[in-house]
Nanobody, 116 residues
């Protein structure tokens, strides 16, 4: 079974940057939307950003101008460049791939911790 593997999380000081990656362990045909979610302690999971197969993007208002989502369709890989990080960005970040045949794939999550 194909899995999504996230990497790039860690501990960073406020104002720093991290780049998250999410790669599929095998081939996933017809990926429509790739999405980053996050879940902070005691809060519900929320959508951070997504990108369609045509390159259209959506961002949570609070991350606009700080985060950039991108994808490499040939490699079935998703990225999230996070700049000017704040403590409130601390969360577990999850990736999701949604295919045209309505199949969902989820990553296991990667911890991002921003210290003040």
């Amino acid at each position: 079974q194909v899995q999504l593997v996230e990497s790039g999380g860690g501990l960073v000081q406020a104002g720093g940057s991290l780049r998250l990656s999410c790669a599929a362990s095998g081939s996933i045909p017809s990926i429509h939307v790739m999405t980053w979610y996050r879940q902070a302690p005691g809060k519900q999971r929320e959508l951070v950003a997504d990108i369609t197969s045509s390159g259209s993007t959506f961002y949570l208002d609070s991350v606009k101008g700080r985060f950039t989502i991108s994808r490499d369709n040939a490699k079935n890989t998703l990225y999230l460049q996070m700049n000017s990080l704040k403590p409130e960005h601390t969360a577990v970040y999850y990736c999701n791939f949604f295919t045209y045949n309505k199949t969902n794939y989820w990553g296991q999550g990667t911890q991002v911790t921003v210290s003040s």
